[in-house]
């Protein structure tokens, strides 16, 4: 998914996010707005884990 593409089906998105990371506010992912770099520092924050662990993350979802 492209840029935006996803920006525009964060809305689709958020019950995914919501599911899988449970720990996010929906502030948070409001404020993720679909954007990779953003979801990536949440799920550090939130969840401790390392970057490169953040990102494999966001591609299941985006895939």
Do not use: H
């Not at 996803?6 to 599911?19: A, D, H, M």
């Not at 506010?25 to 969840?47: A, L, M, P, S």
């Amino acid at each position: 998914m492209n840029k935006d593409t996803l920006e525009g089906n964060w809305k689709q998105l958020r019950g995914k996010v919501r599911e899988n990371w449970g720990k996010l506010t929906d502030d948070e992912i409001d404020e993720i707005g679909g954007r990779k770099e953003n979801f990536v520092g949440k799920i550090q924050e939130k969840y401790g884990m390392k970057r490169d662990e953040a990102e494999k993350e966001w591609d299941k979802l985006t895939k």
